[in-house]
């Protein structure tokens, strides 16, 4: 029997990295010792405590049952608490947090609940992809916001069609930014707040990377500008702040019917956050804040021998002290997929072409920070006689 894949699928545009993952295995079967900066999965362990406060509570009997609903409460307070000491922001835990199993999910159910066939969601682009394709799963038509250099890969409110506005339903943005690490300020997350007010559009905001900055640069959450939990939702991930990829956890905050909304899709597809996680990741909200800062200072020890080796090599580096990621230029007369091509083949270094995170996303490559010193050292040597 042939199946055909429904046509939400088959409208996802074809996967921009099969070409650079079909080399890199075949350069890996080679035995080329490759330096990979392509995947932003962060690459140290879990801190031990959170491991040991996951193994105490798979041993309480009440975690092997369904989880359901919105989260546990405990977690959610946690959440509420965290957000209070961290953005100043009031939250009420029973009907402003919901659990998710980590944003990616929750990112791309987020359109089952508010979005109808023929609505528009306006995406950011370069950009994560799930907020299109969660928005096509649903018969919702993205309308991609470019990002560029000129301003700071913030996007352009006034450039979108005012027949765009008219269908728009979500707009989605992400600070501090995957994929060209750029941050905003909260006068930036005014503007989005005021703009979408006036055009009456849900304010979502993929915030996985709060945690994720150099001292004294800490990013702002959208729920600071006063008023914008009336039009807002901020999507937060334990991921990235606390090496946690693997256990899948984070959460939804904003207004009450935007998140019950969320939930209310959950409820119909998945039944909760695994409780023993949940308590873990209460355990890692509660942490100290030395927690999440050895993270930091361990990012920004490699972003220093990157972005200074990168320099040294003649490339044109987007200045930026958040998220996990460097954004480069490629060289003159090449594209982002020839020279993350020539990139392999001729300095074993995995990166990812500007343009898999969109069209204006063309010109430019990522590189992530989660590999070790010593192999970034080794991509700098590298880049350096690449260009020599
Ligand atoms: C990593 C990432 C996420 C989601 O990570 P989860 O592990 O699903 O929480 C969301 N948005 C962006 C931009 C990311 O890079």
């Not at 890199?24 to 990979?36: E, I, P, T």
């Not at 969320?262 to 030395?290: C, E, F, H, R, Y």
């Not at 021998?305 to 490339?315: D, E, H, N």
């Not at 192999?375 to 006689?385: F, T």
Request: hydrophobic share 45%.
């Amino acid at each position: 029997m042939e199946f055909t894949r429904s046509k939400a699928l088959q409208a996802l545009p074809p996967y921009l990295f099969i070409e650079i993952d079909k080399k890199k295995k075949a350069a890996l079967a080679a035995g080329v010792d490759l330096v990979d900066l392509g995947v932003g999965d962060p690459d140290k362990p879990t801190p031990k405590s959170l491991i040991k406060a996951l193994q105490k509570a798979s041993e309480n009997p009440a975690y092997h049952q369904y989880p359901f609903g919105s989260g546990m409460a405990s977690y959610r307070q946690a959440v509420a608490d965290w957000f209070k000491k961290r953005f100043g922001v009031r939250l009420d835990a029973a009907t402003e947090v919901v659990a998710t199993i980590g944003s990616k999910e929750a990112i791309g159910h987020f359109p089952i609940a508010f979005v109808d066939p023929g609505d528009v969601v306006l995406c950011p682009d370069p950009g994560y992809p799930v907020y299109a394709a969660g928005a096509r799963f649903v018969g919702g038509i993205p309308y991609f916001m470019p990002l560029l250099e000129k301003n700071r890969f913030l996007p352009d409110f006034k450039a979108i069609p005012a027949s765009v506005l008219k269908k728009a339903k979500v707009m989605w943005l992400n600070y501090p930014n995957n994929p060209t690490a750029a941050t905003c300020d909260l006068a930036f997350f005014k503007r989005a707040v005021d703009f979408c007010k006036k055009h009456k559009i849900i304010l979502a905001h993929d915030m996985a990377y709060s945690e994720v900055y150099e001292a004294g640069q800490k990013p702002p959450s959208v729920l600071q500008v006063p008023g914008a939990k009336d039009v807002a939702i901020e999507f937060h991930s334990l991921s990235k702040t606390f090496n946690m990829t693997g256990w899948r956890v984070g959460f939804a905050v904003g207004h009450p019917q935007l998140v019950a909304g969320l939930a209310s899709a959950k409820g119909n597809l998945d039944s909760g956050v695994v409780s023993a996680i949940q308590a873990m990741g209460t355990a890692a909200l509660k942490a100290p804040d030395s927690l999440a800062k050895s993270v930091r200072s361990v990012y920004k020890a490699r972003r220093a021998i990157l972005v200074g080796g990168l320099k040294k090599a003649g490339f044109s580096v987007f200045p930026s002290q958040a998220a996990f990621y460097v954004w480069v230029k490629v060289p003159r007369g090449r594209t982002s997929a020839s020279f993350c091509s020539l990139l392999l083949d001729k300095a074993g270094i995995v990166a990812t072409p500007g343009n898999g995170f969109g069209a204006a996303g063309e010109g430019y490559f990522r590189l992530t920070l989660t590999a070790p010193e010593a192999r970034l050292r080794l991509a700098v040597k590298r880049l350096a006689a690449l260009r020599g």
